[in-house]
């Protein structure tokens, strides 16, 4: 999985910028931002109730991806706490690729993960993106479902992928 990443990170200033804006869903009013540092432990917290222990990302992998110059990471915030977010490598120019989208398990089935994908579908669109790829476990039901509904379609499977579980993954792409 890391073998994506080993060349796009950097410490220099983030090219990637997204103005703050606040969203409503299920008559609940939230923050979605652009990823902060200190929003790593929140994020380990998040996976922490979605994933078993140990969680796919550690904290140090989350904090180098935040800070990523060719990456964006948007964080969902409810009153001062992240209860989502997402994260999209923007190095290759022509081809999108979602590294992580992961929700608070007491915020599922709000419609969050399809505000954290429209939000960075209309992104890349704007940029000329013109694919938007990912890997998902492929016993996700919930996940496969969220990503079937945006289009994506599976382009190769991936053997034991998922070092944690030995589970194999899709890897998927949509047309933007």
Request: proline share 2%; glycine share 2%; with cysteine.
């Amino acid at each position: 999985m890391l073998k994506k990443f080993k060349n796009f990170f950097s410490n220099k200033k983030a090219k990637f910028d997204f103005e703050e804006q606040q969203v409503r869903l299920a008559d609940q009013h939230f923050i979605l931002r652009k990823a902060v540092q200190k929003d790593a432990i929140q994020y380990m917290k998040i996976q922490e109730t979605i994933y078993p222990i140990p969680v796919p990302w550690p904290v140090d992998i989350v904090e180098m991806e935040i800070d990523n110059r060719n990456a964006l990471y948007l964080s969902l915030v409810d009153q001062a706490k992240v209860i989502a977010f997402i994260g999209v490598s923007l190095s290759d120019k022509k081809e999108a690729h979602i590294t992580n989208l992961a929700v608070h398990a007491d915020y599922h089935n709000l419609g969050i993960g399809h505000l954290l994908l429209n939000q960075v579908f209309k992104y890349c669109r704007q940029r000329e993106y013109q694919k938007m790829s990912l890997e998902v476990d492929v016993t996700n039901s919930s996940a496969l479902a969220l990503y079937d509904a945006f289009g994506f379609k599976v382009r190769t499977v991936h053997k034991k992928y998922y070092l944690r579980n030995h589970h194999d993954a899709w890897e998927m792409v949509v047309d933007l």
